[in-house]
């Protein structure tokens, strides 16, 4: 970018440089004003003195021209459409003049209290502020704030011009920097080199996601924490170091990285957050720091050419799914001095034995050994397994353990097992009222009579073209029967309570019984609380909603994995947005109306289309946070 660089010159009407240098510094003593406001020896305006610097410039503007490089240009203009920031100072791009608005105008319009001083530095015009310019004090210039920006020591971006700092395709961060703010360089892509100085403390969420040209990262020792999802995507990168500073890599930080080779995690770290290297396609062995005691869900999924993991002394803890896809995982390696954890017959288990945190995916029998206790969430997701044998010891399978094992054929468990059953191939609880495994063949899933629970993917990973539900059915927890594709319509039962509405897949059209007492159905594409103030679930394969004016909350996950929406209209009886109410739609824009008063975390988690999000509030009015998207905190435009 080149900045505005004024300059004195000799006018047309003959006036000599001398003179006019001569006169203006006497009118500038005379008014109070440094000559260093012009000639660029970092003169300083203070508040109180810009609407009389204002009048002085206009004063001068006939003896006064403008620079941008070489190039003259003949009235003072400033582009309307940009303002950018960098180093708490903001800086007008005139690349592209659409507004024509006068140096005098700039400074005479904009609310003073906005501003903290105006500097002339090497000839570039620049103004402090206290914060950001407010969006209200740029609208009456016409200018849109939508470009870098440093508040308070953290360096910013909401578009993806980077020439400010980018020299060629290295970007030095500058020392001054203390934060890389949220989604600062998310999805540029005209970057090969990123080094980041020890100055820097914390690398902020999605600070670099989706760079697919970066290749190369340089993070110096000092840089203490690094951001969920902070490198997620960066498709071209092949190997990375994190310094021992760093005592936090938050979760997804190396995610879809599907070249990465080498990464050598910081020693500092404590846990393995959730999906910290996720999809990591090329990762073949990993060694886990030496003070980890924690791998968290789906920190590994994905890595499909991984063959080896070391684990040190102090882990003692696998999140679900921890390694969920790693269909060329051969061994894991557990330190003889961990007392927590052991690997055998292809089994990542407690060391007593009670847990089972894992089994290898290209086992095609899995045999749980006699002591076992608990199946965790996630277990055996993913797994290739034609079989499972449980022991008698089982007493706690936790949902979702069967999740995505396509081969699955046939589960067993001993007769005298006190807590499970088989019953048609189905794996029930011993009273028969939970269902944890549908495996029966056929194109309807007919779950039995007498179950009153479905835990979550309790039918697995199939195709039907019917599911129907018993009588008895009170409770569908989580994902349910989500894992069913083909079935369009389901009709529920009176005696089912509201449940999530990712329990579901594809369901283009709820039928809920008159009777329930719990929830209805509003023109079978929608289930809301009896009274109408809760939005629980909306039908699938729709592009645009309109909410009913007598909902006052959306329940957690209620357009979740809505692919196809694209339009919703919000109405202004809505107070509460739980978690996940938008994740995975098509949404490009969504107005939020000036009733909400709650915006849970994750709200928008996904929403890989979303430009904006416009809040017809104040920051400090709304609890929680909307981001999630992978646009983040930029993505939000509050109104007031």
Known sequence: MKNLNIKIKENKKGITLVALVVTIVVLLILAGVSLNLLIGNNGIITRTQISKVSQELA???????????EKQVETPEFNANTLTAYKNKLYYNTKSVEDTSGIEKVLGQIDNKYIEKIEIINGELCLNTTNNIEQKAADSLGIKVNSWDVVDGVLLSSDKNLELINNGETVVIPPSIKKIGDGAFS??????KIVIPGTVEEIGANAFSNNTTLEEVTIEYGVKKVGGYAFRGCSSLTSIEFPDSVVQINGGALGNCK???????????????????SNCTNIK?????????????????????????????????IG?????????????IVDTDNENLKFENGLLLSKDGTNVYFALLNLENIIIPEGATTIPIDTFMGSNAKSIKLPNSIMNIIGNTFSGMRNLEKIEVNEDNENYKVENGNLLSKDGT????????????????????????????????????????????????????????????????????????DTKQFIVSDKNPYIKSVNDTMILSKDGKILYAAAKGINEFTIPNTVEELATSCFYYHTGLENITIPSSVKTIRTGAFGYTSLKTITVPESVTTIENNAFQGCSKLESIIINKSKDSISGSPWGCPIGARAVKWTK
Do not use: H
Request: hydrophobic share 40%; aromatic share 8%.
């Open 59 to 69: 004063a001068y503007k006939e003896n006064m021209n403008l620079f941008i490089g």
């Open 187 to 192: 999805n540029v892509n005209n970057i090969k």
């Open 259 to 277: 070249n990465l080779e080498n990464v050598k995690l910081s020693n500092s770290i404590t846990s393995i957050e959730y999906e910290l290297m």
């Open 285 to 317: 062995q990993i060694s886990i720091p030496l003070n980890v005691d924690t791998i968290g869900a789906y920190a590994f999924s994905g890595c499909k050419n991984l063959v080896e993991v070391k684990m040190p002394a102090k882990t003692k803890y």
């Open 320 to 332: 679900g799914a921890a390694f969920a896809g790693t269909t060329s995982l051969q061994n894991i």
């Open 434 to 505: 939970t269902l944890i495994l549908y495996l029966e063949k056929g194109d309807t899933i007919t779950i039995p009579d007498g179950v009153k629970i479905i835990t979550s993917k309790a039918t697995k990973s199939r195709i039907a073209k019917e599911i129907i539900l018993p009588n008895t059915l009170e409770e569908i927890k989580g994902w349910g029967v989500s894992e069913v594709y083909g079935v369009t319509k389901i009709e529920i039962p009176e005696s089912v309570k509201p449940f999530d509405a990712k329990a579901f897949t």
